[in-house]
């Protein structure tokens, strides 16, 4: 059976290269996936400790359904429980429109990207960002769709 593609799995999939990460570390890191990764960002990035590949991966609203703060609470915490469980280093991660009108929590994870599309698929979610060292990308989970390069050409 093939997989769906995103836009079949969820109507947003065209706004996922706009999303703005901020990092909930001290100092606070924001990087704009609608804009090449500057070294300063680099830098900072690399300053809380995620200078070489990583994940950025939720469990918040399964296939692209939105679900009660409750629930994706709880979809939060199993997802913490099975990234502490596997010694995984994580911070958290607001993902977020350009306009902040929308987060989804997320956690920024120092795992192998097989590991993040492997949890993504059984929380259910259409994708994850992948950085791999030097720029991110939207690698499909539950979707059939090659990886996509940010920021997406212009």
Not at 16 to 40: A, G, K, N, W
Not at 74 to 92: I, N, P
Not at 128 to 139: A, E, S, T, Y
Request: overall charge negative.
């Amino acid at each position: 059976m093939t997989p769906p593609s995103p836009d079949q799995l969820d109507p947003d999939w065209h706004r996922y290269p706009d999303t703005v990460l901020r990092f909930r570390t001290t100092p606070e890191v924001r990087v704009d996936l609608r804009e090449p990764v500057s070294r300063d960002v680099l830098a900072d990035m690399s300053q809380i400790g995620f200078g070489g590949p990583f994940a950025v991966l939720t469990a918040h609203d399964p296939r692209g359904q939105d679900e009660s703060a409750e629930a994706n609470d709880r979809r939060t915490a199993e997802l913490d429980a099975r990234l502490r469980s596997a010694g995984a280093r994580f911070v958290y991660v607001d993902a977020c429109s350009p306009d902040g009108s929308h987060c989804e929590t997320s956690v920024a994870a120092e795992i192998p990207r097989d590991l993040a599309v492997r949890l993504a698929r059984e929380f259910e979610q259409v994708a994850i960002f992948w950085f791999d060292g030097d720029k991110f990308w939207i690698v499909g989970a539950l979707v059939a769709a090659d990886p996509v390069m940010l920021p997406r050409p212009v």
